[in-house]
């Protein structure tokens, strides 16, 4: 089954990459990546950059209406994701531990919803 592994976290609390820390955190994702690949569970992974440069589109009487930032004002943001087809929730489970962000956020999965073809 397919899980969407969303990492949420406080950005203002990211590392520098002059930041000790920030070169192991790094290999601990890649080598998260590449077991994730090796065992061929891994559809995609992406991290995605700063808040500062999202845009919210709400379309409101037949009018699109754009804001610069995230939809909401919360203490953790969207900040990547991990696409994975697993045998189960448990194997979802254990990828998501693994993840270096749910040390200090959090990791919400979802899965996937196919739609059936025409």
Known sequence: ??????IYKDESKDLSPNDP????ILQEYLALTEDARQKG???G?????????????RVRNQKTETTDGPFAETKEQLAGYYLLDCADLDEAISY???IPAARTGSIEIR????????
Do not use: D, F
Request: charged share 10%.
């Open 111 to 118: 899965p996937i919803m196919h739609l059936p073809t025409s």
């Open 21 to 24: 820390c920030y070169g192991e």
């Open 1 to 6: 089954m397919e899980y969407l592994l969303l």
């Open 45 to 57: 992974a992406n991290p995605l950059q700063s808040i500062s440069t999202a845009t919210t589109v």
């Open 96 to 98: 998501a531990a693994r």
């Open 41 to 43: 569970v891994l559809l």
